[in-house]
């Protein structure tokens, strides 16, 4: 019913930025949305999240200050802007959607997924 592609990973040096996007087909209705990432060995972990309108957005301590989750709903689009970027942070990154109207952090909440891309931070 809704599909979601990410783009925009790659290979990019401690310190610089990448800005993800997550684009959405099919259903045209605007749902939160929220980025996970998964790092080798890791747990899958939530990194940010946006309500529907975009109003209001909810990052993980570790990346405060550092990512900005945002949209542009005429363009069935949401966007990870990464900045400072270091090599924990090195994931293949992940979009979803949710029903819900509140986006919560645990990924058994979200409904549609992306293949997830990849993003490498070199030291």
């Known amino acids: 019913q809704v599909q979601l592609v990410e783009s925009g990973g790659g290979l990019v040096q401690a310190g610089g930025s990448l800005r993800l996007s997550c684009a959405a087909s099919?259903?045209?209705?605007?749902?939160?949305v929220g980025w996970f990432r998964q790092a080798p060995g890791k747990d899958r972990e939530f990194v940010a999240a946006?309500?529907?309108?975009?109003?209001?957005?909810y990052y993980t301590d570790s990346v405060k200050g550092r990512f900005t989750i945002s949209r542009d709903n005429a363009k069935n689009t949401v966007y990870l802007q990464m900045n400072s970027l270091k090599p924990e942070d090195t994931a293949v990154y992940y979009c979803?959607?949710?029903?819900?109207?509140?986006?919560?952090?645990?990924?058994?909440?979200?409904?549609?997924w992306g293949q997830g891309t990849q993003v490498t931070v070199s030291s």
């Open positions: 979803a959607a949710t029903v819900r109207v509140v986006p919560g952090t645990r990924g058994h909440e979200y409904d549609y």
């Open positions: 099919g259903r045209t209705f605007s749902y939160a």
């Open positions: 946006i309500t529907r309108s975009g109003g209001s957005t």
